[in-house]
């Protein structure tokens, strides 16, 4: 697992920045499960993600329409946010099938709301309050080569494997 302190908004927006380079150069294209309660920064960390991968314009959080879907000149993006997925089943209403399809980067918010419907993710995201900060943890189900290709990227990050911690009070 790789660990990354974030102490602001803006350092959220650079790590995701980042990390838009990264996830445009798999061949394939990229699931990325982003995790945490409400208000932990998971679209702040997809902007910056849609930033970094050449979005100029504005970034609306899914949370209403379920999925925004973007086509940059490097990549399509589709983010979802399940929060208000009724079923996991009904994930297949919203057009994940295309959005795989193609080598796509797919952002997804509240992916516990679609268990089981999911593909397997290339990064697993949560992201944990501290504060005013936030604590960013990323595993790579796949295989720790991709969390290299992330934990290489120089920022304010804690590249020691994380310890097992105890939560501290927010
Ligand atoms: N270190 C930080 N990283 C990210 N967001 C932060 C941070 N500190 C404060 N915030 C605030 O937290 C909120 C995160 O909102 P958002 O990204 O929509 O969360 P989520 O999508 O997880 O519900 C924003 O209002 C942002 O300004
Ligand atoms: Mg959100």
């Not at 697992?1 to 150069?25: C, H, N």
């Not at 499960?33 to 100029?56: E, Q």
């Not at 992916?111 to 504060?131: D, F, M, S, T, W």
């Amino acid at each position: 697992m790789q660990v990354f302190d974030i102490p602001t908004e803006d350092a959220m927006l650079a790590l995701g920045k980042r990390w838009a380079r990264r996830l445009s150069s798999i061949d394939d294209g990229a699931v990325v499960f982003l995790a945490g309660p409400l208000g932990a920064g998971k679209t702040t960390l997809a902007r910056g993600i849609l930033r970094g991968m050449g979005h100029a314009g504005a970034v609306a959080s899914p949370t209403y329409t379920l999925l925004e879907h973007y086509d940059l000149p490097a990549r399509e993006v589709w983010h979802f946010d399940l929060y208000r997925l009724e079923h996991p089943r009904d994930v297949e209403t919203l057009g994940l099938r295309d959005a795989l399809a193609g080598a796509a980067v797919v952002l997804v918010e509240w992916p516990e709301r679609g268990a089981g419907k999911l593909p397997a993710a290339n990064y697993e995201v949560e992201i944990l309050h501290r504060g005013d900060a936030r604590r960013v943890q990323v595993r790579a189900p796949n295989g720790a080569a991709n969390l290299d290709g992330l934990g290489n990227l120089e920022g304010r990050e804690n590249p020691n494997t994380a310890p097992a911690e105890s939560p501290r009070p927010c």
